[in-house]
């Protein structure tokens, strides 16, 4: 895909523009429709036809010279974003040797010397410090940090997030530690002075946002679930929560099928006979079953407190007070243990198996190939 390159030219700079700067990334952002964190940055890179990502091994190899010698060639033992006029080209070098969130960053941080057009502007090979005064290196330094911090966490977006620490926001975003805790302490300074962010920028990101302030994983069975708060899984009861973004990436994750139902937990059909006339009241008019799905605690006597909150279609738990639900009470849903124990019979069946797997079209990955070097000639590259 070719996208516009949204470059802001500048003949005399004085001071960092920091808005232009977030604008750019923001504007990316809308512009790619991305809604969702960790933002990957190579695809986005990629999404520009001019701009080729390379890594320091793959000059040096190119080159045949040592790997630090290619570091000391770029003047950063992070990464560089060089300009060829004659073909409005760029590549942006990267050190793969360092941990992956300081490559994110360092992507991200080129990225934004693309973007913002610092090269264009002094028509500069390669934007390193002897090569620009003191004051300009600095400006577009912090320029670039700017859109490298609102590319891959937006003040705009993660001041919305129900997060307790630096370190969930550097789980959710892939950022280190460092660089989140810095993220939050701006958020929280400007919330100290007033700031308000504008919701367009956070609109798209709102289901996200919904997913990490209340989705739930239970490691017992391997479900999720949303509430807005929650001591116990509503799948089976257990205490073995967390919230989801905190799993581990290699926990799988078990569907635990329910009934449709509205805001109020009360079914659409009749769960039981299928009655579609669901009128006023807690239950069926045909059938008499439970059509709202509710903590059977209602009056306390089952627990310490008196609960009766309405759940989700697929609940068994109270997530409040752990007490069993109206329709795992009327036996309207399967203990979880049983549908693990049906699916892995169904996954034991060599011919149901084999029938499955004819029935599954296959489909190749379009991003399959994104870490793989391009192949490309001299003539392409800047030097």
Avoid at 6 to 11: A, F, L, Q, V
Avoid at 56 to 84: L, V
């Amino acid at each position: 895909m070719h996208l516009k390159m949204m470059m802001t030219m500048t003949t005399m700079i004085s001071k960092p523009n920091f808005k232009n700067a977030e604008l750019a990334a923001l504007n990316l952002l809308t512009q790619l429709d991305v809604h969702s964190y960790p933002i990957k940055v190579k695809k986005i890179a990629k999404s520009f036809n001019n701009l080729k990502i390379r890594k320091y091994s793959w000059f040096a190899t190119k080159r045949n010279i040592r790997f630090w010698d290619a570091c000391k060639y770029f003047d950063s033992d992070d990464g560089c974003c060089w300009f060829f006029c004659p073909k409005n080209e760029y590549v942006i070098f990267y050190n793969d040797r360092k941990n992956k969130y300081r490559i994110r960053w360092t992507l991200a941080h080129e990225l934004g010397h693309y973007i913002l057009g610092h090269n264009i502007t002094n028509a500069k090979t390669k934007l390193m410090r002897y090569s620009l005064s003191d004051n300009q290196y600095k400006i577009y330094e912090k320029e670039a940090d700017c859109f490298a911090r609102t590319l891959l966490a937006a003040p705009q977006i993660v001041s919305n997030f129900e997060i307790s620490n630096h370190i969930d926001l550097s789980t959710i975003c892939m950022i280190s530690h460092e660089a989140a805790a810095n993220i939050i302490n701006y958020v929280k300074k400007g919330k100290s002075m007033g700031v308000h962010y504008a919701r367009k920028f956070s609109l798209a990101f709102s289901q996200f946002i919904d997913d990490i302030n209340y989705k739930y994983y239970c490691s017992e069975c391997k479900g999720e679930f949303k509430t807005v708060s929650a001591k116990h899984c509503s799948i089976c009861g257990s205490e073995k929560i967390v919230k989801s973004f905190r799993k581990k990436r290699s926990e799988n994750i078990m569907i635990y099928t329910g009934y449709d139902v509205d805001k109020n937990g009360k079914a659409t059909i009749c769960p039981r006979c299928g009655n579609e006339e669901i009128v006023n009241g807690e239950f069926c008019k045909i059938c008499g079953t439970h059509i709202i799905n509710r903590c059977t605690n209602a009056d306390g006597n089952n627990y310490q407190e008196p609960c009766g909150i309405t759940v989700d279609g697929n609940a068994r738990y109270c997530p409040n007070c752990g007490c069993i639900t109206t329709f795992f009470q009327d036996k309207l849903l399967k203990p979880w243990n049983v549908i693990i124990k049906e699916n892995k019979e169904d996954e034991d069946s060599p011919l149901e198996n084999e029938a499955a797997s004819a029935a599954q079209p296959t489909f190749e990955d379009p991003f399959a190939n994104d870490d793989k070097p391009i192949d490309i000639s001299d003539d392409d590259l800047p030097f």
